[in-house]
Nanobody, 119 residues
């Protein structure tokens, strides 16, 4: 299973950050898996953004819910993140990952992509 993040590395403040995670070796429509986005701001810990499940159900971190959309493209086995109205504080490394089980253990990760919010 491989996950690869893609998208612009620089986004202007107040615009929308859009990233795509391309998955190979496993179908994102398989039930009981959670296709997850996580961020890590400079000098801080990991923060869950949200996920989309194999059955197309979504969950968002309440602190980001109003600005976040996670969707999927099953024909290309991809899932995507849109984070609107970004600020410089949204600068972070963004990871996609696969999780499973009751405690959503993440067993496969992308390498992460740095997105800088700046003019």
């Amino acid at each position: 299973v491989q996950l690869v993040e893609s998208g612009p590395g620089l986004v202007k403040p107040s615009q929308t950050l859009s990233l795509t995670c391309t998955v190979s070796g496993f179908s994102i429509t398989t039930h009981d898996y959670y296709w997850t986005w996580i961020l890590q701001a400079p000098g801080k810990g990991l923060e869950w953004i949200g996920y989309i499940t194999g059955s197309d159900r979504t969950w968002y971190n309440p602190s980001l819910k109003n600005h976040t959309t996670i969707s999927r493209d099953t024909s290309n086995n991809q899932f995507s993140l849109r984070l609107s109205s970004v600020t410089p504080e949204s600068t972070a490394v963004y990871y996609c990952a696969r999780a499973s089980g009751e405690v959503h253990t993440m067993d496969y990760w992308g390498k992460g992509t740095l997105v800088t919010i700046s003019t």
